[in-house]
T-cell receptor
Framework: QQPVQSPQAVILREGEDAVINCSSSKALYSVHWYRQKHGEAPVFLMILLKGGEQKGHEKISASFNEKKQQSSLYLTASQLSYSGTYFCGTSSSASKIIFGSGTRLSIRP | DAGVIQSPRHEVTEMGQEVTLRCKPISGHDYLFWYRQTMMRGLELLIYFNNNVPIDDSGMPEDRFSAKMPNASFSTLKIQPSEPRDSAVYFC????????????FGSGTRLTVV
């Protein structure tokens, strides 16, 4: 079952913040977050495991609410380099992940 | 490490022809995944291997698709015969161990079937 991401697209000015949400209808073992720039491969940002946790990566952090089967990705003080499409990937076991449809993030100077 | 290496980067073929996509995972990674990306369907998991053994091929669209991993450093995805609807970017990704690590993706193969 594909996770649902929202919003589908976001346009920000440099320095603004954004939140991208990911929800699943299945119990989750883990949530992955990736960023893909146009014409390139997805790049791993972080993984969150069940147990409810939050992680940070520079000015990008994420939370995982196991009970609600939801994860959110937080981008603070956005930079031009943050532009791209963000994918969450969810896993109900320790093996494969299924990706959401992506959130396109555009940052304007 | 050179990362996950895929070849070719681009492939244009005529409908009905056989297409073979190749992938070399990162040394030491024991999981290998094949994904297909299109605008309409996003990133779809086709098949994945663990220690060279196919574990889940439920995402393979139909019998025209087949994948092999003869050893730890090489995998192929074959489409025979190819059809225009197979046009997509095919990514190979590898990972070490079970679910606490992220995937490393290759650069992808952009396949166009005319």
């Amino acid at each position: 079952q594909q996770p649902v991401q929202s919003p589908q697209a976001v346009i920000l000015r440099e320095g603004e913040d954004a939140v991208i949400n990911c929800s699943s209808s299945k119990a989750l073992y883990s949530v992955h977050w990736y960023r893909q720039k146009h014409g390139e491969a997805p790049v791993f940002l972080m993984i969150l495991l069940k147990g409810g946790e939050q992680k940070g990566h520079e000015k990008i952090s994420a939370s995982f609410n196991e009970k609600k089967q939801q994860s959110s990705l937080y981008l603070t003080a956005s930079q031009l380099s943050y532009s791209g499409t963000y994918f969450c990937g969810t896993s109900s076991s320790a093996s494969k992940i299924i990706f959401g449809s992506g959130t396109r993030l555009s940052i304007r100077p | 490490d050179a990362g996950v290496i895929q070849s070719p980067r681009h492939e244009v073929t005529e409908m009905g022809q056989e297409v073979t996509l190749r992938c070399k995972p990162i040394s030491g990674h024991d999981y290998l995944f094949w994904y297909r990306q299109t605008m309409m369907r996003g990133l779809e998991l086709l098949i994945y291997f663990n220690n060279n053994v196919p574990i889940d091929d439920s995402g393979m669209p139909e019998d025209r698709f087949s994948a092999k991993m003869p050893n730890a450093s090489f995998s192929t995805l074959k489409i025979q015969p190819s059809e225009p609807r197979d046009s997509a970017v095919y990514f190979c990704a590898s990972r070490i161990g079970q679910g606490v690590y992220g995937y490393t993706f290759g650069s992808g193969t952009r396949l166009t079937v005319v």
